[in-house]
């Protein structure tokens, strides 16, 4: 996205919204212009909500904490199952002293370490060492403020899975996703997508009942200024219109928008990318 584009996102959103979040599939701190976006930011009303890797954060840290846009820093730690285990415990490492830096200069700054795994059998051994180390970090270490109770991932289950670390910082376990995806010969849910960017074999059952807070409490804006209904969809499959075009409020309010919403509202997935959608299992029927 370049500058030009992004300034018109954050006019527009001002509009309709106090929060903005640099995701929807990528590594944000990656963009060359990640820093003029932050002071970008800064001038507007609007709030930022990071979803990191966090394998940037050494180099990136000191830059987040300065900004008095950034509100929220999610980690998706869950993605270190996947790396070799030096990388994933130096990675882990580098997480952990931004946020005992952030405990000290940013006691504001919301943190969630995420753990977006549950149910994967082959997580579990970097689950166990994960919640080993922010023990270590921050409940048995000499510098804790003060008593802390052990960390346990049998402390998580499906009503409660946030859990306080210290401050600000959370613990939060969810269940593993797969990046839906329509068919664009067919426009049938055909095939998903996991969180390494892989598709996976086979029909992908067809689900017409559910809901979803897209359009409700979120909407996506892609790189080439496309609007999405939701922030699974980096692909496009549901694009209501382009920010350069019109104004955002004016795309909320399309025909295929309201659709989608009158939809959700009465429990209804009417378009093939929803039906084909794992993550909105999570809102319940």
Same mark, same amino acid.
């Given at each position: 996205m370049s500058s030009e584009l992004f300034e018109r996102c954050i006019a527009e959103a001002a509009t309709v919204a106090e929060n903005v979040y640099f995701h929807v599939l990528g590594e944000p701190t990656l963009h060359p212009g990640f820093g003029l976006f932050l002071k970008k930011l800064e001038e507007t009303p609007l709030k930022l909500n990071l979803t990191t890797n966090g394998t940037t954060i050494?180099?990136?840290?000191?830059?987040?904490?300065?900004?008095p846009a950034v509100r929220q820093v999610n980690f998706s730690t869950h993605a270190y199952a996947e790396l070799p285990q030096d990388a994933a415990l130096a990675h882990l490492q580098e997480v952990l002293d931004f946020c005992k830096m952030a405990n000290a200069v940013r006691p504001d700054l919301y943190i969630n370490l995420r753990l977006w795994n549950v149910g994967n059998a082959a &997580?579990?051994?970097?689950?166990?060492?994960? /919640?080993?180390?922010?023990?270590?970090?921050?409940?048995n270490s000499s510098d804790a403020t003060k008593a802390a109770p052990q960390i346990s991932l049998e402390h998580f289950c499906s009503r409660h899975k946030s859990f306080p670390v210290t401050g600000r910082i959370y613990l939060h376990q969810d269940s593993r996703f797969e990046w839906p995806k329509v068919d664009e010969r067919t426009g049938s849910a055909l095939?998903?997508?996991?969180?390494?960017?892989?598709?996976?074999e086979g029909k992908n059952p067809k689900n017409t009942a559910g809901t979803c807070r897209a359009l409700d409490t979120h909407v996506a804006i892609l790189h080439d200024g496309r609007i999405v209904?939701?922030?699974?969809?980096? &692909?496009?499959?549901?694009?209501?219109?382009? /920010?350069?075009e019109q104004s955002l409020l004016e795309i909320l309010d399309t025909p295929t928008a309201?659709?989608?919403?009158?939809?959700?509202?009465?429990?209804?997935?009417r378009h093939p990318f929803c039906q084909s959608c794992s993550f909105c299992k999570r809102f319940g029927k």
């Open positions: 050494a180099r990136t840290g000191k830059q987040i904490l300065a900004s &997580s579990h051994s970097w689950n166990e060492t994960f /919640i080993a180390k922010v023990n270590d970090a921050f409940v095939q998903t997508k996991d969180e390494r960017g892989e598709y996976s209904a939701c922030c699974l969809d980096h &692909s496009g499959q549901i694009t209501l219109g382009h /920010i350069q309201r659709n989608l919403r009158e939809g959700f509202e009465k429990h209804e997935l």
